[in-house]
């Protein structure tokens, strides 16, 4: 994707979708609670899952919102490969994630149990509460890149000059033409 490798100091990240399997977590939940078993991965083609689900409004927002109040109780658990890279770019900065997620709790007791002590102490969260914000808070932390899973978050920091990679997700597909990686060995490959 690049030549020019990202200091771990300068890249942040989002939460959701990027760090932790929410999706997984969705289609669990909308089985085991409101018997919507036919859902795949594939058919999260839109951010607002209810644009593309076969699902009232009302019970997506109640799966997201049990996810985001409790993250651990609901099983949310982290993508593939996060874990071990966000603790080896610890050892080399302070990580940062910047999320829409309105508190920063239920993210700081899913950290802690997801990761080892010394890596979580290097983890900065930042809960902002809104996804058309994220440029201020990547400036205000000093951050020069970003990655996310909101192909419209992107494409935002990338005309406010923000280096914004993409996490890929079905919801993103087509929808932007900015840098993207598929994993977090992807990640990796960027900053080391």
């Not at 010394?118 to 900065?124: D, G, H, L």
């Not at 205000?140 to 909101?150: E, W």
């Not at 920091?157 to 929808?175: C, D, E, K, T, Y």
């Not at 598929?182 to 960027?190: K, P």
Request: with cysteine; proline share 5%; hydrophobic share 45%.
């Amino acid at each position: 994707m690049t030549a020019v490798k990202i200091s771990p100091a300068e890249i942040g990240f989002d939460f959701d979708g990027v760090i932790a399997d929410t999706v997984e977590a969705f289609i669990r939940i909308a089985c085991e609670q409101y018997a919507h078993c036919d859902i795949r991965v594939e058919d999260i083609t839109h951010f607002s899952v209810e644009q593309c689900l076969a699902m009232e409004a009302g019970i997506a927002e109640s799966i997201f919102l049990q996810i985001l109040k409790d993250s651990v109780g609901t099983g949310l658990l982290p993508m593939p490969g996060a874990v071990e890279v966000l603790s080896e770019l610890t050892g080399q900065a302070t990580v940062t994630i910047i999320t829409a997620r309105p508190d920063a709790a239920p993210v700081h007791h899913w950290l802690q149990t997801f990761f080892p002590a010394p890596a979580y102490r290097k983890i900065r969260v930042v809960a902002m509460g809104d996804h058309d914000d994220k440029a201020r808070h990547i400036r205000m932390s000093g951050l020069s890149a970003f990655v996310d899973d909101r192909a419209e978050t992107c494409l935002q920091l990338s005309q406010a000059g923000i280096h914004s990679i993409v996490f890929s997700q079905p919801w993103n597909r087509n929808r932007h033409s900015l840098p993207a990686v598929q994993n977090w060995e992807e990640i990796r490959a960027l900053c080391f």
